[in-house]
């Protein structure tokens, strides 16, 4: 069993729909993360939240809208998404800061996501 | 900027015999590095790690990996494989200058036949 837990598992969704990917940890880590990955190919870094604010955005377009409401929640909004983001979207957590910051990131199982 | 290669796309492997997966990369000041460990339809495991110290570390499940530092290499090895080794491997990159951002190999995908 993983430490990282996302919902839900798979999602289908219409090019029109609004959907939201959700991730949860109780580790205590100050750092979260979503990635993208298609299959067989190393996940893509989006987002990274550290103590709940937004870090680091890899341009990602705005079609896709994080959220980080408290330190153990991590939420991606999806709206207006096109076919080729259909992919499997991973959230990661670690310690963060000092020393702690060679830590290894907690991967999730994903949410594989299929846009119609 | 940082990166990280993984020259194999696939390995293949009778089980009982030894496992490696090549890694190198490139940083520009002192390389935190790490291997993952994918099966199908889960997320990155996370399999061991090489911040200082020690050029020979071992992880979880039997692996192992090499830091040399001549040579920009982090190989993973397995001295006797098992068939449940089967899966997809990254290694990855985390340089200090660039903050939480890890960066990965293209990935390994590994076979062990019985």
């Known amino acids: 069993d993983t430490e990282v837990t996302q919902t839900p598992k798979h999602l289908v969704m219409g090019m029109t729909n609004k959907k939201s990917l959700k991730c949860e940890q109780h580790?205590?880590?100050?750092?979260m993360y979503w990635y993208k990955q298609k299959a067989k190919k190393p996940p893509e870094l989006m987002f990274v939240?550290?103590?709940?604010?937004?870090?680091i955005n890899e341009s990602v377009p705005s079609r896709f809208s994080p959220e980080c409401p408290n330190s153990s929640l991590l939420n991606l909004h999806l709206h207006a998404l096109q076919p080729e983001d259909s992919a499997l979207y991973l959230c990661?957590?670690?310690?963060?800061?000092?020393?702690?910051?060679?830590?290894?990131?907690?991967f999730g199982d994903g949410t594989r996501l299929s846009i119609l | 900027a940082q990166s990280v290669a993984q020259p194999e796309d696939q390995v293949n492997v009778a089980e009982g015999n030894p496992l490696t997966v090549k890694c190198t990369y490139s940083?520009?000041?002192?390389?935190?590095l790490f291997w993952y460990v994918q099966y199908p339809n889960r997320g990155l495991q996370f399999l061991l790690k090489?911040?200082?110290?020690?050029?020979l570390v071992k992880g979880s499940y039997g692996f192992e990996a090499e830091f040399n530092k001549s040579q920009t290499s982090f190989h993973l090895k397995k001295p006797s494989a098992l068939v449940s080794d089967s899966a997809l491997y990254f290694c990855?990159?985390?340089?200090?200058?660039?903050?939480?951002?890890?960066?990965f190999g293209g990935g390994t995908r590994v076979l062990v036949k019985p």
């Open positions: 940083v520009s000041g002192n390389p935190y």
């Open positions: 990855a990159v985390r340089d200090k200058a660039a903050g939480n951002k890890l960066t």
């Open positions: 090489y911040i200082t110290g020690d050029n």
């Open positions: 580790m205590g880590h100050r750092a």
């Open positions: 990661a957590s670690s310690q963060e800061g000092g020393q702690l910051s060679n830590q290894p990131q907690h």
């Open positions: 939240y550290s103590y709940e604010k937004l870090s």
